[in-house]
């Protein structure tokens, strides 16, 4: 029996409570998981898990178990980490969910400097505006515009980025100006697809807008394509706006009317026995993505 093998089934089962996620997150089979938990209980002389048809829970001896096989994991990964500082040398493959257009921008530069540091890093992205699940997804690390983080997840802020209100120039001469956030149910508006309205604060209070247009998508790439090209007025987080503001293909409009700010987060599963290669790129992340974003001019 792979002792540390056997433990690493033993704690994703307890965590997930299912064999069928542990074997995912895990990348094994679900038979292969049953067995090292299996050898872990005739090593231990303990029954470490309740298992039903519909659940499996953690047995009294499970718990204190569980405790000290997460120290375990926790010393190996604190070994690996100083192996590998020694080494200097990161290897691994790392699964990354993020909105598409975070992607595309912030964290496409961040991938970039990381891989010519760490060539042997191999990066897979899951690009998505619709959360990812963590567990299911095998994610080790999900970027996400949240004020509030899963609860179930550990987070590590890393900026806040501000919206803009944002049109062409060509749309604003065909509709007129756009003085007054009233003014949007007027207009055709470029919608997220979980959209109906739209926030603002005023006299420190949320303001809500009922909004409605031509174009809803659940990619924001495709709203700020639909918005360059004169065809509504968009609401958009900086990271992406400014480029196109600065450069003259949409200007702000109710600039003076205050948006709510957004967060952006680094979620994972768990701080225990992280691999070297997912914590030196969290850690990169945040030094990287800490200086705030607000709307260009």
Known sequence: MDKLEAIRSFVEVAQSGSFTQAAEQL????????????????????????????SVSLTPPGHDVLLSCKRILNDVAGLENLAQYHHEELVGEIRIASPVGLAQGLLYDVLDTFSKKHPNIVFQLLLSDKNAQLVDERVDIALRYTDKPDENLIGRHLMHIESAICCSADYLKQHGTISQPDDLQDRNCLIHIDQDQWCFIQDKQPLLVPVNGSIRSNELGIIVRAAINHLGVAYLPCDMANRYLEDGRLVQVLKEVR?????????????????????????????????????AG
């Open 27 to 54: 990348s094994l089979n679900r038979a292969k998981v049953t067995r090292h938990v299996q050898e872990l209980e005739d090593w231990f002389n303990l029954r470490l898990l309740n298992r039903t048809t519909r």
């Open 259 to 295: 948006l709510p700010v957004m967060s952006l987060w680094a979620l994972y599963l768990s701080r225990s026995y992280q691999r070297p290669a997912i914590r030196a790129f969290i850690d990169f992340l945040a030094d990287c993505l800490n200086d705030d974003i607000r709307a």
